[in-house]
C-alpha cells in the first residue's frame, strides 16, 4: 500500500517546484532527506517523469538505500528504475558503456586505497624512487588529494615538501600502471567521465537525454569534479535539485568545495531557492547554541533554526585539570543522566576533535567496566602506529617474540624485505637460535648492503634496551626508544594529516604509559603491557550489546543521538591550533562544531582542561576553546567536578613542568568471592572471582541479566551490600 509522506510548508513548496532549478538550504534535523524522497515519487506521479529519466547522487550507500526503500513504500515497484546512487558508482556505471574511449577495456577493475598502496610499493621497489622516507599511504594520499582538486599538473618534484616530490615522481609511472593493469582507483572513477565527456560530446549528450532530472544529495560536500559532473549532465534541461547545508560543509581537507552550494545560482541562473528551518531533533536550547555560534562565519547563507518542542536543558559546560579529569568528569555525568533519566549506554555519543583524545576515554570505560564502541575509526590500542610502538616495547621484554619483530624489523623502513626475513628465518632454523639472533650477524648468511646493516641497527637497538629494561623506568625506556627511532621526524616529514594524528597517537601511548608509572611506582614495562591486554579484553562478554559511542565529530556527521558529551573543547584543540590563524579553515572548524552541538535530541555537555599535553608530553596551560565564548551565556550552565584526586604541576629539571597527583585517601573493602554489591550503573550483582587486594584488586561481577564485568576497585566505586 503506497504510503503518504506529511510536509511542511516549505518543505512541500520545495518538493513541487519542478519548472527551474532548485537549491534547498536544509538545516541539521529539518528533514532533508523526507524532501529528496517525496520529490523523487512527485516527479514519477503528477509530473510524469519516467523512473528511468531521474538521476539521484547521493555520497555514501546508507543514503542510496535509505533512499530507494522510501521511494518504493511511495510509488510502488517502480521505484528500482530510478537511478539512485552514490557519486562513484553512478560513474563507474556511465564507463562501464563508455571507457573504451580512453583506450580501456569495460571490464576494467576498481583499486580500493590497499589494491593502490600495494601498486605503489612495487613502484617505488622496481624503480628505486627516492621517496626521502615518506610511506606509500603519504604518497596515495597526496596523490589522491591532487585528483580531488583536479591539480594533478600542480605535483613537483622541486617542490620544497618531501611529500610533494615523491609524488611528483611516483604519479606518471602510477598512472601508467593502472592503465597496464587496466584499473581504475576511486578518484578516476570521477574524473574519467569528464574525461569522455570532453572527448566525445555525443556521449554526454545521450547521458544529458537519459537524465531529465538531476538530484543531489549533502550537495555542500561536492568538490570540483563531481560540480562538473553536475553541472554538464544538467545543464541541458536545467531541470535540478540539490539539497545541503552549508553550516555542515566539514570536508575541505579532502576537496569538498563549500562555493559550490553559495554559488549556486550563478552556475544555474534563475534558480528557487527555499530554506529548510523547523528542526524535528533538537531542543531549542541547542539550537540557539548552534545558530548563534555559526553565526560568526562570514561565508554562509543566512537561516535560524526552530523547533516546536520544548526549550529544553541548558549546555552543560565542565572544567578539569587535564585529560584524565575530563574523562571522569564525563563518566560522573553519565551515570548521572543513567540514573536520573533511566537512560541506557546507546544513549549516549562521546565526541572528540582528533582519535587521539580516546585513549583516556576508553581507559576511564574499561576501568568502570562499562561497554563502548568505536565508530569511524578503531580502538586506541589497535591502531597501526601503536601497535608499531607496543610491537617494540614487548620484543624488548620478550626477545624471542617473532611476531613483534616481523611486525617492526623494517619500521620505520631501514631496507629489510620479506625475503631479508625469510632468510634469517632459515638461518635461524639451521642454527637452532632464536630469530633475534639470528639479525645479529647477517655475514653468515651471505646478506650484503642496506638488508644486512638495516639488520645489524635492528639488533643493537633491540639488544641495548633489554638491557636497559631493569635500569629505567617504563616511561624513561619508551620515551627513549621513540627518540632513537626518530618516530617524530618521520611522521613530521610527511606532512599529511594522517601522518600528524599518527604522531599525536604515538605520544598519547607514551602518556598511558606515564599515567601508568604514576599510578603504580613499584611497576614496570612488563606490567604495563600485560595491563593493555588485561583492558582490551574486558568486555569480551557483551561486545555486540548495548554500548556507548566513541567518535570522531567528523565521523557524527549525518548521526543523531539523545545525549551528547563534546571532549577536548580547549582552545588550539578544538580549533586546531594550525586552523587558527586561516578565516576559511576556521569557519570549517567552526561548522564542524555546529554539527556535534545539532547531534544532540536532548543534551549536550561541553569539556575541556586547563593542563592538557602536547606533542612533547609537557603539560601547557589551556583555556576554553573561542566557540565555548560563542555561545550564550543563558544557555550555558557550568558544573563543578569534584576528584578524589588532586593534580597539580611541579616544576622539574630544565624548568619544564611535570604532573604530581594524590589520591584522596579511600578505604577500599577487600571483597570475596560471593559478595554483594551494588554498582551506579549496573545496579546489584554478586562477586564471581577476586584478584589481588585494596585499590588495584580486580574483581569479576555478575549483575542482574547475566551482565558480566570485570573492574577495578578504585576505579569501580562498589558498594558492599
Request: hydrophobic content about 40%; some cysteine.
Amino acid at each position: 500500500m503506497p504510503v503518504q509522506i506529511k510536509l511542511n510548508d516549505v518543505q512541500k513548496q520545495a518538493v513541487e517546484t519542478v519548472d527551474k532549478p532548485v537549491l534547498i538550504f536544509a538545516g541539521a534535523g529539518t528533514g532533508k532527506t523526507r524532501v529528496l524522497t517525496a520529490k523523487i515519487a512527485h516527479l514519477i506521479k503528477n509530473e510524469k517523469y519516467s523512473p528511468e529519466s531521474i538521476l539521484a547522487a547521493t555520497f555514501t550507500n546508507k543514503a542510496a538505500g535509505e533512499m530507494k526503500s522510501r521511494v518504493k513504500k511511495i510509488v510502488g515497484p517502480r521505484a528500482s528504475k530510478v537511478n539512485i546512487g552514490t557519486f562513484h558508482s553512478i560513474c563507474a556505471r556511465i564507463l562501464r558503456y563508455e571507457i573504451d574511449e580512453l583506450g580501456f577495456n569495460p571490464n576494467f577493475a576498481i583499486y580500493d586505497a590497499a589494491d593502490q598502496l600495494s601498486l605503489i610499493k612495487s613502484i617505488i621497489n622496481s624503480n628505486k624512487i627516492p621517496v626521502d622516507g615518506m610511506t606509500p599511504n603519504a604518497i596515495r594520499g597526496r596523490i589522491s588529494l591532487a585528483k580531488n582538486s583536479m591539480a594533478e599538473s600542480k605535483l613537483d618534484n622541486k617542490s620544497p615538501s618531501p611529500v610533494d616530490r615523491a609524488a611528483a615522481l611516483v604519479y606518471p609511472i602510477y598512472t601508467k600502471a593502472l592503465k597496464e593493469n587496466n584499473a581504475l582507483d576511486f578518484d578516476d572513477l570521477l574524473l574519467f567521465p569528464l574525461k569522455v565527456f570532453k572527448k566525445n560530446p555525443a556521449i554526454l549528450k545521450k547521458y544529458q537525454e537519459q537524465f531529465k532530472y538531476v538530484l543531489v544529495d549533502e550537495y555542500q560536500d561536492t568538490n570540483h569534479a563531481q560540480f562538473l559532473l553536475v553541472k554538464l549532465l544538467a545543464e541541458k534541461h536545467n531541470k535540478i535539485t540539490v539539497v545541503g547545508d552549508d553550516d555542515q560543509s566539514i570536508y575541505g581537507w579532502r576537496g569538498a568545495d563549500i562555493s559550490n552550494i553559495l554559488d549556486f545560482e550563478k552556475a544555474f541562473p534563475g534558480c528557487k531557492t527555499f530554506r529548510l528551518e523547523q528542526n524535528y531533533r533538537s531542543t531549542q536550547t541547542i539550537l540557539s547554541a548552534a545558530s548563534t555560534m555559526v553565526r560568526n562565519n562570514e561565508h554562509r547563507a543566512e537561516k535560524e533554526l526552530w523547533t516546536e518542542g520544548i526549550a529544553g536543558a541548558s549546555i552543560g559546560l565542565m572544567e578539569t585539570f587535564d585529560e584524565l579529569e575530563e574523562a571522569e568528569g564525563i563518566l560522573e555525568l553519565l551515570e548521572r543522566e543513567i540514573v536520573n533519566k533511566k537512560r541506557t549506554f546507546n544513549e549516549f555519543v562521546i565526541l572528540y576533535r582528533t582519535n587521539a583524545q580516546s585513549r583516556a576515554l576508553e581507559d576511564a570505560l574499561r576501568r568502570r567496566g562499562i561497554t563502548y564502541k568505536i565508530v569511524g575509526g578503531v580502538r586506541f590500542y589497535e591502531r597501526k602506529e601503536v601497535k608499531d610502538l607496543l610491537a617494540y616495547l614487548r620484543l624488548i621484554v620478550n626477545t624471542v617474540d617473532t611476531v613483534s619483530l616481523k611486525r617492526v624489523v623494517n619500521f620505520p623502513p631501514r631496507g629489510v624485505g620479506v625475503k631479508t626475513v625469510e632468510k634469517c628465518e632459515k638461518y635461524s632454523r639451521k642454527k637452532g637460535i632464536s630469530l633475534l639472533a639470528s639479525t645479529a650477524d647477517p655475514d653468515a648468511f651471505d646478506l650484503k648492503g642496506k638488508p644486512a646493516e638495516g639488520l645489524k641497527d635492528f639488533n643493537s637497538l633491540i639488544a641495548k634496551y633489554a638491557e636497559l629494561l631493569p635500569k629505567l623506568s617504563a616511561a624513561e625506556l619508551s620515551g627513549a626508544v621513540v627518540d632513537e627511532l626518530g618516530l617524530v621526524s618521520f611522521y613530521k616529514e610527511q606532512a599529511t594529516t594522517e601522518a600528524t594524528e599518527q604522531l599525536a597517537n604515538v605520544q598519547e601511548l607514551l602518556n598511558s604509559i606515564d599515567d601508568f608509572c604514576k599510578e603504580n611506582p613499584k611497576t614496570g614495562l612488563r606490567e604495563f603491557l600485560e595491563e593493555v591486554s588485561l583492558l582490551t579484553d574486558l568486555d569480551n562478554w557483551n561486545q555486540d550489546s548495548n554500548a556507548i559511542t566513541l567518535m570522531t565529530t567528523h565521523a557524527a556527521k549525518g548521526l543523531e543521538f539523545p545525549v551528547v558529551f563534546i571532549a577536548g573543547m580547549d582552545e588550539g584543540l578544538f580549533p586546531l591550533a594550525r586552523y587558527m590563524d586561516c578565516t576559511e579553515e576556521l569557519e570549517e572548524e567552526r561548522r564542524l562544531f555546529y554539527v556535534a552541538l545539532t547531534r544532540a535530541q536532548d543534551r549536550v555537555f561541553l569539556h575541556y582542561a586547563t593542563n592538557r599535553r602536547r606533542f612533547n608530553g609537557i603539560y601547557g596551560m589551556g583555556y576554553a576553546s573561542k566557540f565555548i565564548h560563542e555561545i550564550p551565556e543563558e544557555n550555558l550552565e557550568r558544573i563543578t567536578f569534584r576528584s578524589s584526586v588532586t593534580r597539580k604541576l611541579v616544576r622539574g629539571k630544565a624548568g619544564k613542568y611535570k604532573l604530581k597527583q594524590v589520591r584522596t585517601v579511600t578505604n577500599f573493602d577487600d571483597l570475596e568471592r560471593g559478595d554483594k554489591v551494588e554498582h551506579k550503573v549496573f545496579g546489584k550483582g554478586m562477586v564471581l572471582s577476586v584478584n589481588g587486594s585494596g585499590e588495584n584488586q580486580k574483581i569479576s561481577v555478575i549483575f542482574r541479566g547475566d551482565i558480566r564485568k570485570k573492574l577495578i576497585a578504585k576505579y569501580a566505586n562498589l558498594k558492599r551490600l
